[in-house]
């Protein structure tokens, strides 16, 4: 039996969010996309250090920004099953409104919010 190079369901490319407020980024993923947590490992403060949370089939791995490692705006992209409650959820969540679910040229639906974190999230369903 050959040893895995990762770990299982993990998924082998996963966005790693520097931000301002791991605790809250968490919670908020957790309210408005169901996410799971994982891992968390925090320090004498409280602060996180390392987290990963499982949206999905992803992980996605978040850290407080500190010294030397600055918090940074992000963009993730998040297919869900209906784009106009999730956006709703995020809002009625602390998010604030980047756009409202709108169909463009491609066959999404897509909205977007930015949470407090400092990471925004662009939500769509495919409608076509």
Do not use: C
């Not at 301002?20 to 925090?42: C, M, P, Q, Y």
């Amino acid at each position: 039996m050959s040893k895995s190079y990762k770990p299982e369901h993990y998924n082998s490319v996963s966005p790693y969010l520097v931000v301002a407020g791991a605790d809250n980024t968490i919670n908020f993923l957790k309210k408005v996309f169901g996410a799971v947590e994982l891992r968390r490992h925090s320090d004498a403060d409280g602060r996180v250090m390392h987290a990963e949370v499982r949206i999905d089939d992803t992980v996605v791995m978040i850290a407080d920004g500190g010294e030397g490692w600055p918090s940074i705006p992000a963009h993730v992209h998040v297919y869900v099953n209906d784009v106009d409650a999730i956006y709703k959820l995020a809002l009625d969540s602390g998010a604030t409104s980047i756009q409202e679910p709108v169909k463009k040229e491609d066959e999404d639906k897509r909205g977007g919010v930015k949470d407090s974190g400092g990471t925004s999230w662009w939500i769509g369903t495919k409608v076509e």
